[in-house]
């Protein structure tokens, strides 16, 4: 299974919802990543987990709250979004210094 | 800092070869990648080299790397409309226990039918 997963493959939210994204991976990665992508831009890193715990965190604004339960799992938790935070997220994980898989990511709207 | 840099376009006829060039700055990258994405999709792994590498061949996909110039290439023979993406170049260093990986802005390619 060479596969990240991610729920839900479309958000849209109000400025007031709060909402969480999803990303699961069964391979046994001990890394995990947050990627926020604008249209026609390249991905931007928001956060990294290793080995479940918080290793990075790209002076991400704190309405962007993320949390890994465990090994598998990778939540992004969204609270008071502005419209400008309208993009898509990529998860991906890897094996401490192996190659990265992104998921399909989630196209997130925030009206 | 770590810069990535790849062209915006490409454009090619079906059956024809296409070549995606990249630079990068980083003398210490591990890992050099190529992604494809398509529209309104994630990023899909097309293949990556290690550093230490100078060419990897993968059915049409061909990766050539030039260390000393730090010039990275994809090269896709045979192209097809199927093709038709944007191809992110990545470098990427190993930190403690995970990967940093920097993105060129992506090259989009246009296949002609």
């Known amino acids: 299974d060479t596969e990240v997963t991610q729920t839900p493959k479309h958000l849209v939210m109000g400025m007031t919802n709060k909402k969480s994204l999803k990303c699961e991976q069964h391979?046994?990665?001990?890394?995990m990543y947050w990627y926020k992508q604008k249209a026609k831009k390249p991905p931007e890193l928001m956060f990294v987990?290793?080995?479940?715990?918080?290793?990075i965190n790209e002076s991400v604004p704190s309405r962007f709250s993320p949390e890994c339960p465990n090994s598998s799992l990778l939540n992004l938790h969204l609270h008071a979004l502005q419209p400008e935070d309208s993009a898509l997220y990529l998860c991906?994980?890897?094996?401490?210094?192996?190659?990265?898989?992104f998921g399909p990511g989630t196209r997130l709207t925030v009206l | 800092g770590e810069d990535v840099e790849q062209s915006l376009f490409l454009s090619v006829r079906e059956g024809d070869s296409s070549v995606i060039n990249c630079t990068y700055t980083?003398?210490?990258?591990?890992?050099l990648y190529w992604y494809k994405q398509e529209p309104g999709a994630g990023l899909q792994l097309l293949t990556y080299i290690f550093s230490n590498m100078d060419m990897k061949q993968d059915q049409r996909l061909t990766v050539l790397l030039n260390k000393k110039d730090k010039h990275l290439s994809l090269r896709i023979a045979d192209t097809q409309t199927g093709d038709s993406a944007i191809y992110f170049c990545?470098?990427?260093?190993?930190?403690?226990?995970?990967?940093?990986?920097?993105f060129g802005i992506g090259t989009k390619l246009q296949v002609i039918p």
């Open positions: 391979m046994g990665h001990r890394a």
């Open positions: 987990y290793s080995y479940e715990k918080l290793s």
């Open positions: 980083d003398s210490s990258s591990t890992y």
């Open positions: 991906a994980s890897s094996q401490d210094s192996s190659e990265q898989f």
């Open positions: 990545a470098e990427s260093r190993n930190a403690r226990g995970y990967q940093k990986v920097t």
